[in-house]
């Protein structure tokens, strides 16, 4: 068959990445005997237009749309991106009697509704790269795709679902530069994306990853397999830098550091990052191994510096192990990303003030360069298949009838907002390491790093240089654009308006 795989994500922002995910099916899908292509949308201005161009050219038999969100994921300014995702559907259904297959991380975290929305025939959850060629097979062949794992349908007006089988990831390659055009992304700082394992054994209590996206059953792949990808990903693409896009980088520890020591053995050099580092085993020695495998940067994600909090998050480490890894890691040269999640069950004005005296007192680096940069949220997304899904039920903030297609929230009843913000601001205004999720406003910066990014080559060109930019800033855009009676206020409309349709 013909199948046309679609990259649906238009967040053009540093923050874009390569899809690795969509990669991955492609691959499976070709190794499978089928025809593919990919269009990447990221960086269109007339995706319609495109997708009209490459329809009428390829001719496909299935089109595969990838949903990396639902939405931009902000309490003061919520925009979904399916609407946009609809009328895109529209445009091809005039155009092609294509089957349509919805997948990616957006449409795994409410399955039903997406579908039901975008009008799509099938939805693939979870993992695709096993179960989107089942369906292939099965349309194929004229026969009922309704047993295949991680497949989902409407029969007689009912929703349909098998639950998903998770993939091994023995000798499995997404090959990211050979379907995607890497330039857009490389020129506003993105890295190229890899994985070395699936599956998250953690507990967080927000998390779609161990419930809805990976499981909690750990896939390893051979480290010298994950190496020998990166060595050829240099030989062919030459990328400025590699990313790796695993929910928790280092754990298995061991594991992880055998992905090292396997990069320091080769005779090349490359430059490494990492999202979701656990401040968990994170030791000097560890480090050690980091920079010498070529890390300049990375990811922490504690969520809290409070040991109340710590705990209600589930994080699966103590206040001990975050202060044991930022004393580590202020012995070394690492460019340290540190997010933090406030307003989650049981968070108070006491516990904000226990996670910002630690940043104020253990974040800030006197010998710059290199610099840090933390993220605050305030709010937490609630999601369905979720044990934060459950106590928002309990507490009233949503009901079990609530429409997880809109952004929902919780925040802390025990947190006064209000106060909140003043600690946070007041920490901002003397810590220029201090970004904030709070208003979608700051986000402007991705759209002026983007165009920098055309006009220089800069690697690497977002939040490691923020430090320079919110020095520069923060006191006239706390003063100019901080409203922070509106925000107090959008929050508890928010808040209020998902109470509204509790029962």
């Not at 989107?132 to 295949?148: C, V």
């Not at 933390?374 to 949503?398: C, H, M, Q, S």
Request: charged share 25%; aromatic share 10%.
């Amino acid at each position: 068959m013909k199948v046309l795989l679609i990259n649906s994500n238009r967040k053009s922002d540093v923050l874009a990445a390569p899809p690795i995910g969509l990669c991955y099916v492609a691959t499976a899908t070709e190794l499978a005997g089928h025809e593919v292509s990919v269009v990447d949308l990221c960086f269109q201005r007339s995706p319609v237009e495109r997708l009209r161009d490459v329809i009428e050219y390829f001719k496909p038999d299935v089109l595969g749309i990838s949903i990396r969100n639902i939405d931009n994921c902000n309490m003061l300014h919520p925009r979904s991106y399916l609407e946009e995702i609809r009328v895109m559907i529209n445009e091809v259904r005039a155009l092609t009697k294509a089957c349509i297959v919805l997948g990616g991380s957006g449409a795994s975290i409410y399955p039903k509704g997406v579908l039901e929305y975008l009008k799509a025939d099938y939805v693939v959850i979870s993992e695709g790269e096993e179960a989107f060629p089942r369906l292939l097979e099965r349309l194929e062949q004229g026969l009922s795709p309704d047993q295949i794992h991680g497949v989902g349908c409407m029969r007689n007006g009912q929703f349909v679902l098998n639950p998903p089988a998770l993939t091994s990831l023995e000798r499995t390659r997404a090959e990211v530069g050979r379907w995607i055009d890497l330039k857009p992304y490389e020129a506003m700082g993105s890295s190229y994306t890899i994985q070395s394992r699936r599956g998250c054994r953690n507990q967080c209590i927000y998390c779609t990853y161990n419930q809805l996206l990976e499981g909690q059953s750990i896939r390893l792949r051979d480290p010298r397999d994950v190496v020998d990808e990166i060595e050829e990903v240099i030989t062919r693409y030459h990328p400025r830098s590699f990313e790796f896009v695993d929910s928790v980088f280092n754990d298995p520890l061991d594991h992880c550091a055998q992905v090292l020591e396997e990069i320091i053995r080769r005779s090349w050099r490359a430059s490494f990052t990492a999202m979701g580092v656990s401040p968990k085993g994170l030791d000097s020695d560890f480090l050690e191994l980091m920079h010498l495998a070529g890390f300049s940067s990375f990811w922490v994600t504690p969520e809290s510096a409070s040991p109340v909090m710590i705990q209600n998050y589930r994080k699966g480490f103590t206040m001990g192990d975050i202060s044991e890894a930022s004393d580590a890691i202020r012995g070394t040269d690492f460019t340290v990303l540190w997010d933090f999640l406030i307003g989650g069950p049981g968070e108070t004005n006491q516990t904000l003030q226990d996670t910002l005296d630690f940043i104020i007192k253990d974040l800030v680096r006197h010998t710059r360069p290199p610099y840090y940069t933390i993220n605050f949220f305030l709010g937490v997304r609630v999601y369905p298949g979720t044990r934060l899904w459950d106590v928002a039920i309990k507490e009233g903030f949503i009901s079990a009838d609530s429409d997880p297609l809109r952004q929902l929230w919780y925040v802390s009843p025990s947190l006064d907002i209000d106060r909140a913000l003043s600690q946070m601001v007041d920490a901002a205004r003397v810590c220029p390491e201090i970004i904030s999720g709070i208003d979608e406003k700051y986000l402007e910066l991705s759209g002026i790093a983007r165009a920098l990014g055309k006009l220089f080559t800069i690697p690497k060109l977002h939040w490691r240089l923020m430090y320079a930019v919110n020095r520069i800033i923060r006191k006239p855009a706390l003063k100019v654009s901080f409203d922070q009676s509106r925000v107090v206020n959008d929050i508890k409309r928010q808040l209020t308006s998902q109470r509204h349709f509790v029962a």
